[in-house]
């Protein structure tokens, strides 16, 4: 079994927001703690959370769109049709909170 270091900052970071895209840059402050790091902790970070997202790529829980002439590779918590559907369902469950105040009329 592969040990990713950084796996669970990654999938708390992602997960909390389900099809925002994220840039590296983001994800690495995220899991550093937006501390001032030298180069090589930066760069020792990124490495880790790339090896993190590869991972996550191959098991289809991320989406990446990849680089366009100059700009960053963007990453995304894949959101699933069925959870998808959830969350359009659930407003409909809740009674919205203007309804529930009034009296009954009678």
Known sequence: ???YRYAREVIDLLAALPGREW???EIVRHVSRARHTGKQERERI???VRRALQA???VHVVQYKPT???GATLYRWKVSQKRAAMWDNAPATVAPAALASQPDEQ
């Open 68 to 70: 366009r002439s100059g």
């Open 56 to 58: 996550l790529i191959e």
């Open 1 to 3: 079994m592969v040990r």
């Open 46 to 48: 990124r490495k880790g």
């Open 23 to 25: 840039r590296m840059h």
